[in-house]
């Protein structure tokens, strides 16, 4: 399985982006999907994770900023972000876990200007 991330890109804080990333071949809507981060010297952190009959999960820091969702017809997820700060800079990777093992996307930069 092969995850393509897109959609980063350098923006002004309090600006918006939207993250994409996209499976090949598609997976089922039951697996799990996620967006995580990592910025420059520190680990990489989960920020938000969907599955199919399940609430949305999201890390406090984004909360009421990003929305995590899916369009299954295309096995791709979304990440939209609102709000943006400095602190959200970061490389961004989509995540895919299938039968226990995890799938990442190749990453996409987030860089967000004071």
């Known amino acids: 399985v092969q995850l393509q991330a897109s959609g980063g890109g350098l923006v002004q804080a309090g600006g918006s982006l939207r993250l994409s990333c996209a499976t090949s071949p598609r997976i089922s809507s039951d697996n799990l999907m996620g967006w995580y981060r990592q910025a420059p010297g520190k680990q990489r952190e989960l920020v938000a994770s969907?599955?199919?009959?399940?609430?949305?999960n999201y890390a406090d820091s984004v909360t009421g900023r990003f929305t995590i969702f899916r369009d299954n017809s295309k096995s791709a997820v979304y990440l939209q972000m609102s709000g943006l700060k400095p602190e959200d800079t970061a490389v961004y990777y989509c995540?895919?876990?299938?039968?226990?093992?995890?799938?990442w996307g190749q990453g996409t930069q987030v860089t967000v200007s004071s």
């Open positions: 995540k895919a876990r299938i039968e226990s093992q995890d799938y």
């Open positions: 969907i599955r199919s009959g399940r609430s949305p």
